[in-house]
C-alpha cells in the first residue's frame, strides 16, 4: 500500500477501485467528472463483455513496491507513455481536461500537465 497517498490512475477492475472514465468513439479517454466506485457486480458485469481495462479506465491506491511499474522512487508506466507518444498524438488543450483524482494522481505528481494531456491517450498501460 502507498504511504504517500498517491492514486494509480492505471488500475485493473477490482472491487473497491474507482471508474475514472470510459474509452469513446474516437479510442480517447471520455473522464469521469467524479470517479464511481467500483464493486463486485461491477466487476461480474464488465467482465461479461471481454477485459474491462481495454474499454474503462480504473484507479486505486498505489501499491508502489507491490507494482511492477515502480522504480524505487517513481512509476515508469507514465514516463514509457510519454517515451512512446509524439507531441502530435497528444489532445493539448488550454486548461487541463477533467479529473477526478488529479490531488492525488501518481503520474500527475511525477510529469504535470504531460500526464494529464497523455492520460486521454491511454486505455490501458501495462
Not at 480517447?28 to 477485459?51: I, N
Not at 524505487?72 to 483524482?101: N, Q, T, W
Amino acid at each position: 500500500m502507498c504511504e504517500t497517498g498517491k492514486t494509480c490512475p492505471n488500475a485493473r477492475c477490482e472491487d473497491g477501485n474507482l471508474l475514472l472514465g470510459v474509452k469513446g468513439p474516437d479510442g480517447h479517454l471520455q473522464r469521469m467528472r467524479t470517479a464511481l466506485p467500483v464493486d463486485g457486480t461491477f466487476v461480474e458485469t464488465a467482465a461479461r463483455h471481454g477485459p474491462p481495462e481495454a474499454r474503462m479506465r480504473f484507479a486505486s491506491d498505489c501499491a508502489e513496491q507491490g507494482c511492477d511499474n515502480w522504480t524505487g522512487d517513481r512509476c515508469r508506466a507514465i514516463d514509457r507513455v510519454l517515451s512512446f507518444l509524439a507531441i502530435d498524438d497528444l489532445p493539448l488543450h488550454d486548461r487541463r481536461p477533467p479529473c477526478p483524482i488529479r490531488a492525488t494522481c501518481r503520474w500527475f505528481s511525477q510529469r504535470g500537465d504531460s500526464a494529464c494531456h497523455a492520460c486521454s491517450v491511454v486505455i490501458a498501460a501495462e
